[in-house]
């Protein structure tokens, strides 16, 4: 190596070195964004490209549009935790919450869990809004937990539940009415003035105020063992539901849906499982694009917190016919495992992988999605049309952070660069 390539060689890793021990953040005042009637936050858990082309190509068929592809915004970002490995729902959670990349299990706290991250939601109630959260998994789980509440570790139900009923959010719609999740707080948190409901009726038959709806004592059962006559509302209602709610305060809003199950039926590499819970995903989408259509000041954001499974759909040959609207649950749901049966896809395991995650959306500042590379980024375009700032609330998240990561990478070639050098030496003592 000539010492002008040697010196390329050592910007290009200073570079490398800036970049990942270093990571940037500007709290800086962007221009005037029009305010929000609200901010609508979709993540599909664990929803690679792929899993979004499989409900497609099973729900509307190889010609058919998904919403969620059809947003004017598109773009990926990757989901890489604090170390730049490959990170959990709770370290994505956080940084999509918070703006800082953190370490695995972490909810809404920085690396070393020595301080709490201020969330989006939390900054969205400090500049009046009011705010919901909605899960088809018990809300204690690591992604609605990381708007919500603050701790060092992601298993921590109970004090998590704890954080829960303290921050006043205004609609919760999910799972976990067990006393291993949010069960020992529902009594104080209906004393606070929430309405605690538990089944579809009830929650069709509420038109105001502050509400906790837990369908289940842990999760919602999957679409694909659902049924008729279930008591549980789906996802699509509980969106359309919370945002009515939210509406109804007569404020701005920042609501979160997560689509919760993709990640599960991906972490068992059960197709069937995985498209009719991305299906739903798809159909609330939808029915918030709509929205976004008629309300230019509706900033919507479809996500996922990292992919699931490594998800390619093969090929597809479809003898059933689409699935319709005008068909009874049954029917629609026995059509829809019929055709993901006609789709033939591979899995590379049973695990998350680092490929990027679509960031797609439409309102007053999506075209920031085109800057995007990352979660952090994510969090910076809610921020931004709240309150016009950008990058996360503690500036000094980071301070303390070994890369373990660039560590190993400058010991190995410290090693090389020693190996060559005793070699060099030995070679010309020989000579
Ligand atoms: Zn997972």
Known sequence: MGSRNLNKFAILISLFIVSTILPSFST???????????????????????????????????????AILELPYQGSVSTTNIDGFTTDSAASATAIATGVKTTNGRIAMNFDASMDLTTILEIAQDNGYATGVVATCHLTHATPAAFMAHDPARGNYQEIAEDISNASVDVLLGGGSSTSYLGNYISGMESEGYSYI?????????????????????????????????????????????????????????????????????????????????????????????????????????????????????????????????????????????????????WLHGGHTMREVILAGMGPNTQKILDATHHIDTFSIMREVIDGKTGPVQINAYEGHVNWFVVGFISILGVAAILTAVLTWIKTKRK
């Open 198 to 346: 538990t089944n579809k009726t009830e929650l069709n038959s509420t038109t105001t105020g502050s509400i906790l709806g837990l369908f289940t004592s842990v999760s919602l059962t999957p679409m694909y063992l659902k049924n008729e006559t279930s008591a549980e509302p789906s996802l699509l209602e509980m969106t359309q539901k919370a945002i009515e709610l939210l509406n109804s305060t007569m404020k701005p809003f920042f609501l979160m849906i997560e689509a919760s199950q993709i990640d599960w039926g991906s972490h068992d590499n059960d197709a069937v499982y995985t498209a009719l819970e991305a299906i739903e995903f798809e159909k609330s989408v939808r029915y918030a694009k709509g929205l976004a259509e008629q309300d230019a000041n509706l900033q919507l954001l479809v996500t996922a917190d990292h992919e699931t499974g490594g998800l390619d759909v093969d090929e597809y040959d479809f003898l059933t016919e689409l699935p319709l609207d005008t068909d009874d649950f049954e029917t629609r749901k026995n059509k829809r495992i019929a055709r993901v049966g006609e789709v033939s896809v591979s």
């Open 28 to 66: 800086s005042i962007s221009n005037d964004i029009t305010p929000p009637t609200g901010i609508i936050l979709f993540i599909g858990d664990g929803t690679g490209f792929e899993h979004i082309e499989l409900a497609r190509l099973v729900e509307y068929g190889p010609v058919g549009g998904s």
